[in-house]
Each structure stands twice: as structure tokens, then as C-alpha cells.
């Protein structure tokens, strides 16, 4: 019973460059979060997600940021001309019925920005 | 004032002892709590989950949720150095409809 799948686990990005973080949820579940972390921070939350809808995205920056969870395939995080402060480690997390159930966290996807 | 409030700690208790770890949260609509161990460079692991008041038990570690007092807990008997990490807790079911994390408190079990 495969686990919530992140990739890549370190991304390198040049300053301007797009960034695309996936995150495949565990097995049955459809929905989905995203967390921003930065060192010896707390999780921020990002958006959430379910099948083909974003459900919440107020915490995420206006510009440059997007997110879908399409209905095959993986959820995607994009970060559009990626700057230095946005490196960070992006998590993603699944759970079965949203907020009120468990939610499992992938190993995450660490963005560096040169 | 945050969704979701902890001490950062450090916490430090001896091996062997009780540790106790607190967190407030704002929202009264909340339904669902959740404590997850980050050890440095990992990611979240789901330890605990309490959905109504009283004390929640398993294994070492106990949750305790008043809701009343908007206030959750989490004790670790038998403290071990392996259990050094940052403790997250998490609050959902709320108005905002989203799964909001403390900024976490590190715990820290003395040899």
C-alpha cells in the first residue's frame, strides 16, 4: 500500500525558471493538500484540493503560483519565474474525506533556487 | 491572533519522563485534531488523531482534547532520545474549511 508519492525529492531551479512539484495521494484518497516549509518554520498552508477542484487556495501567492489535481494523474504544484525566496520544502498530504479525516504526508520536494 | 498556537520550546525532559506538549487553536467550529513528529529533514508523521473531549490513548502517547477551553494536548510517557523531534499539532473541520498547523515545538529527551 504504496504511500503519498512526491517528486522530485530536490529540485535546482535558475532564477526565472518553472518549477513543477507532483504529488500522487495515497490510494483512495482525493484529497489533497499542499504545505510550504521553510527552515526551522512551520508548515504554511498552500491549497487544497480534490478531484478536478481547487477547494481552498488562500494560501497561496496571487502570482506565479497554480496548483490542479486533474482527474487521472497526479497533483501538480507549479511555480512560475522562480525567485530565491521560493526555496523551500514543499510538502504535499492526502487524506480520504478532507479536513475532518487523517492526513498523510509525502517526503516532500526540496526546491533550491540558484 | 493564529489559527493554531504552541510553545516552540525547546522542551526538554529527561529519558523516562512525562513529556507534555500544548497547543490552543481560535476556531470554535473545529472538529478534528491531529498530532504529527517531524524529526529535522523528514517529513510529517501522523501520530495521533482525537475527535471529541476526553483523553485518547495509544501506546506511549495520550491526547487530550477540551473543546470548551479550545485546547489540546499531547503527554509522551517514558520519554526516549528517539522521540527528540518537532511536535505539529493540527486542527481541521473548521470556518476555514482547511487543515491549519502550529508552528510546532521541539521536544528535546535528555539521556
Known amino acids: 500500500n504504496a504511500g503519498v508519492m512526491q517528486n522530485p525529492r530536490h529540485l535546482v531551479r535558475r532564477r526565472g525558471q518553472e518549477a513543477r512539484l507532483r504529488c500522487s495521494p495515497m490510494k483512495g484518497h482525493s484529497h489533497v493538500y499542499w504545505y510550504r516549509q521553510l527552515p526551522e518554520e512551520g508548515l504554511k498552508f498552500m491549497v487544497y484540493l480534490q478531484k478536478e477542484n481547487i477547494i481552498d487556495e488562500s494560501g497561496m501567492p496571487k502570482e506565479r503560483f497554480s496548483a490542479e489535481f486533474p482527474k487521472e494523474g497526479p497533483s501538480i504544484l507549479r511555480i512560475q519565474q522562480v525567485v530565491r525566496g521560493d526555496s523551500a520544502a514543499y510538502f504535499c498530504?492526502?487524506?480520504?474525506?478532507?479536513?475532518?479525516?487523517?492526513?498523510?504526508f509525502g517526503q516532500g520536494t526540496r526546491l533550491t533556487v540558484v | 491572533q493564529k489559527e493554531v498556537e504552541q510553545n516552540s520550546g525547546p522542551l526538554s525532559v529527561p529519558e523516562g519522563a512525562i513529556a507534555s506538549l500544548n497547543c490552543t487553536y481560535s476556531d470554535r467550529g473545529s472538529q478534528s485534531f491531529f498530532w504529527y513528529r517531524q524529526y529535522s529533514g523528514k517529513s510529517p508523521e501522523l501520530i495521533m488523531s482525537i475527535y471529541s473531549n476526553g483523553d485518547k490513548e495509544d501506546g506511549r502517547f495520550t491526547a487530550q482534547l477540551n473543546k470548551a477551553s479550545q485546547y489540546v494536548s499531547l503527554l509522551i510517557r517514558d520519554s526516549q532520545p528517539s522521540d527528540s523531534a518537532t511536535y505539529l499539532c493540527?486542527?481541521?473541520?473548521?470556518?476555514?474549511?482547511?487543515?491549519?498547523f502550529g508552528t510546532g515545538t521541539l521536544l528535546a529527551v535528555q539521556p
Open positions: 498530504a492526502s487524506s480520504l474525506k478532507g479536513q475532518n479525516t487523517e492526513a498523510f
Open positions: 493540527a486542527g481541521g473541520g473548521g470556518a476555514t474549511n482547511k487543515l491549519i
